[in-house]
């Protein structure tokens, strides 16, 4: 894919960069609209940086309004054609997009690494996922259908699922490929084309995706626009009235933006994956080695910067000291650094902004409650912080109720499976919740009641495409994956005929 440009491609518009584990590829910089990269309208670039080193990697070119405009002219040439192509068709088309993603697994992650900080092992999980995320809704492609309703013998009624048209996302940093199949992946089984403009802090691995399709010509120009930029990119993808559908993740602060901006252009639909607080609840009765592993993996995975990250943690009474003891002992094992070292369990922060935003809340904490481990950042180069854990919290404070998007966990007492049920719902938020015990009633008492989108029992971060995700109360409006999601990008048409029957009655027939 990358390395394979062919004759007369826009050279300009590619990098050639050797990533910290050997490996030479070309990068493309441009924005990637109609199925070319191109420069942005106003030429201005921006800087990549690596979080684990804190130097450039490169530069890529910075969409603005009117690059939003040509995106828009060129999602709607893509949709005309890719709307046209049979259910079957497209489904195989998302299949090769699968074989292609697997074929270059290791250029993905490794970028996706060099990009995110996150750990290598971590990027190719994440790289699997998106594979996986394809296929899936490749299968979805031809069983999108209406139905027949029967009402009454004079008139036919029919109902029909059309894709919407042009469909706009906008992605966060944290899992910038994953996020990337969350929104593609259906709203092209839908039918439907779309524009994605990709978190500031990570553009790498969406503009490696559209060098990929290069491969995948079954996918007609246009269907598929990559945006880098900022903020501002995303807000004219929001305003604007060509645009049909949003789907956004990111923080809720952005969200509530988002919203406005839908509700003061056209309307268009809007789906919200936003921030979370969750709850994370051990029982005496669980099994303490298991528990301890799935509560550590429930916040430090991914340095902690997952929307639905375990970052408020209940112990029962019974166990609790003993808890604490055998989680700070693992922690104290977890190994934090550079991302390509692979005996690292986790990397650095993505960004500055937020390594100094964790760290401000790690300050604050240290005021609300007792350090069990951490604390600190780690070295003096690269956005790296210490698994941090604060006992003794309060409830109310402002590190067990805001989100951190770090890796800060803070532990609470609780007595009893109610009141484990009321701390856990007092937050705004309620994306997920992770309940650890041996007896699955007071499990699936736990899971009926807990006001969250998600629910693991005796697991954590246990994703998987067939089931929807999203959040109740701040943490967003709708679901992603499943089957559930594709209703985001479909209109619904009822269709009535009189004059004809669908068999109701006795048939008039001469
Ligand atoms: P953000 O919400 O500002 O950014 C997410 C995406 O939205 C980015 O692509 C960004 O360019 C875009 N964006 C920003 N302002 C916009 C606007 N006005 N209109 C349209 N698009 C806009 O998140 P951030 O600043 O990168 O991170 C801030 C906080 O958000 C984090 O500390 C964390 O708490 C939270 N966050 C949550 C998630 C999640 O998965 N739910 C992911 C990343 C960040």
Redesign the pocket.
Known sequence: MATAIKKGSALQFYKELTSPNNITYKQPIGLYIGGEFVASKSGKVFDVISPSTEERITQVYEAGDADVDSAVIAAEKGFAKWSEMTPYERGCALIKVAEKIEENSELFATVETWDNGKALSMARDDVKLVAQTFRYYAGWCDKISGKVVEIDNDTFNYIRREPIGVCGA?????FPLAMLSWKIAPALAAGNSMIL?????TPLTALLFADMLREVPEIPKGTINILS???AA??A??AHPGIKKIA????T??GR??LK?AADSNLKKVTL????KSPNIVFNDAKLDEAVESVLFGIFYNQGEV?CAGTRLFVQEGIYDTFLEMLKKRALELKVGDPFDPTVSYGAQTNK??FD?VLEYIAQGKKEGKVLTGGSRIGEKGFYIEPTIFTDVDRNAVVATE?I?GPVLSVIKFKDADEALKFANESDYGLAAGVHTTNIEKALYVAQHVKSGTVWINTYHAMHPQLPFGGYKLSGNGRELGEEVLNNYLETKAVRIAGISTGLGAPKLN
Request: glycine content about 22%.
């Open positions: 906008i992605i966060p940093w944290n403009k990709s978190a500031e802090s930029g900022y903020g995303g807000g993808i929001v956004f993740t990111g923080s602060a952005t933006k988002i901006g994956e936003l921030g979370g929307c902004l937020q935003k989100e998007f």
